[in-house]
């Protein structure tokens, strides 16, 4: 349906036809920039900010540093007013002017827009409710998770696969063309304990149950040997150097163990609806791109040479030395990193390429970003690090070390046992389990995308797995209780096409509008998300979403409430409130469940 708003002048970087607060800016910059000449409709349109809790919109006069005082400035805007199909009222306050915006208009557009957008895309989702177009015909690279093969699925690779995700899910959302890399710790000198350790403690059927795993358990027992006898280590570095040089018969285990284990990672990222377009991983790196590296930083005279390893000096950058070979001849991951970065220009030719990596990680890519721009790539600026803070104290119930699986099941029971305490609504469920493990990751995810992803935070299996409060588990159940409305109104559904849907009786109600102001801000959120590359945005939204809606429930009833009209227009109301919700959570990488 199209929008029955009188038509604004356009202007730049604003699409009210994906984000109709748009046009309501618009609306008010335009009465501001004709009272006030010379002020262009662009400049005031910067200065038209949300307003502060009662506000719509506020715009702060000072900024504009125009000559006079503010109240006159103000006495200008507001002479003559008349409330039109945008605006109802404009307050003056010191230096600020405050717009409320017309309730009817308000409700009506936004409820259209959401409308539209999901039913009447060729996706059929609410997650194109977003500034779609931004990034058409833009490519980005994205490396996250990233673990190493042999090694446990640790905290941090949590962190960086769930901040990735959120980060895929966005560019996409907003028209890019993503690549996703997990680029597995597949290659180092760890291979080479575990070929010494394998002969020893190696089984075949271990390895088939679970490939991770057992590469672990023998990494850690060959590990303890090498504490007591200095040559497993003499070992296991010659197996590493024969790898490296390309001996077939060192490779031939390597291989499988690597197939295996990827196998085993592309099952645990199912779960946690996670995928990626390519595992790579440092073997991958070829020997030619990291020679060249090296031979164009000698070339520039930025090496020395140290005991035989060599250095690139980045003092004067306040970035340390840099390692980039070992005396041995052996390659380490700054030089991979280098080698790997040519390799994916060469191939993708990326607008930007993305990696989300820990910030115990910030010298190490602050040195390998330089090394580029040293080597003058013209593409070296178009590299990022959106980096995170630690997790702390993550462990089961019982403080044993954590493999990511662990903490899913344990997550998964925790869940499944709270909802058979509800017996009733427990027998309705389809999949109990599969519900229980949702609803467990999405608290693992929201605790983890709550607050800044700089910030460390204390990983606590109580409040994970609330439904008290701003947890996982409340967000789902929001998702379920909407989603709900249709089963439980049959004789409203199919609801009649939007125009033919009467808002009118919405307006009295200050949660409708609450609600309804929120949703027209989505867009706005995810276009913020894509400049600061933060989850907790979109997850204060979703939270503030779902509380507006839980307090509407008492007074917007539609079960029970006689007058059909009245009932399909709040019905209305809640089903595009359950699609944004949905698709909030979609962008966070969650599945959003409908029965619970």
Known sequence: MVSSLPSLPSVLGTDPSSCILDAFRTAIAKRVSDALPPLTLEQAYTGVDYGKKGVDFTVALPRFRLPGKPDELAKKVITDFQPDDFVTSITHDKQFLHF?????????????????????????????????????????????????????????????????????NLYKTCGWEVISLNYLGDWGTQFGMITTGFEKYGSQEELEKDAIKHLYDVYVKVSKDADSDPNVKVEAAKWFKRMEDGDESALANWRVWREMSVKKYVEEYER?????????????????????????LEEMGLISDADGAKLVDLEKWKL?????????????????????????????????????????????LSQFFKMLSLMEFPWADRLEHVNYGLVLGMSTRKGTAVFLDQIIREA?????????????????????????????????????????????????????????????????????????????????????????????????????????????????????????????????????????????????????????????????????????????????????????
């Not at 309730?103 to 957008?117: G, K, M, P, Y």
């Not at 946690?272 to 990291?290: A, D, H, I, R």
């Open 320 to 364: 340390g030395k840099a390692v980039l070979r070992k005396a041995n001849g052996t390659s380490i991951y700054l030089t991979r990193d280098i080698g790997g970065a040519i390799e994916r220009w060469e191939k993708y030719h990326f607008d930007k390429m993305i990696y989300v990596v820990a910030s115990q990680q910030d010298l190490h």
């Open 100 to 168: 409320q915006l017309n309730t009817a208009s308000l409700i009506r557009e936004v409820l259209n827009q959401i409308h539209t957008l999901t039913y009447d895309s060729p996706t059929g989702q609410a997650i194109i409710l977003a500034q779609t177009a931004s990034g058409v015909g833009k490519k980005l690279v994205i490396e996250y998770s990233s673990p190493n093969i042999a090694k446990s699925f640790h905290v941090g690779h949590l962190r960086s696969t769930i901040i990735g995700a959120f980060l895929d």
């Open 272 to 296: 946690l609806n996670v995928s990626f377009k390519v595992y790579t991983g440092e073997s991958e790196v070829g020997k030619e791109w990291q020679d060249r590296a090296l031979e164009r």
């Open 412 to 596: 998964s029971s925790v869940m499944h046992e709270q909802m058979k305490r509800n017996e009733v609504k427990y027998n309705n469920i389809e999949d109990p389990e599969m519900v229980a493990r949702e609803v467990g990751i999405t608290g693992i995810k929201i605790q983890d995308m709550a607050a800044k992803r700089i910030n460390n935070y204390t990983f606590n299996w109580d409040r994970m797995l609330s439904f008290e409060g701003d947890t996982g588990p409340y967000l789902q159940y929001a998702h379920v209780r909407l989603t709900s409305m249709e089963r439980k109104n049959p004789e409203l559904i199919p609801l009649p096409p939007p125009s033919q849907i009467d808002t009118s009786s919405l307006v009295s109600s200050q949660h409708a509008r609450d609600i309804a102001i929120l949703l027209g801000s989505y867009p706005d959120v995810v276009k913020t998300a894509l400049k600061t590359h933060e989850p907790s945005g979109v997850v204060t939204f979703a939270f503030r979403l779902a509380h507006a809606i839980s307090s509407a429930w008492e007074t917007l009833i539609v079960k029970g409430e006689e007058d059909t009209e009245k009932a399909r227009a709040r019905l209305w109301l809640y089903l595009c409130a359950r699609d944004v919700l949905g698709a909030a959570m979609r962008l966070l990488s969650i599945r959003p469940l409908e029965r619970m």
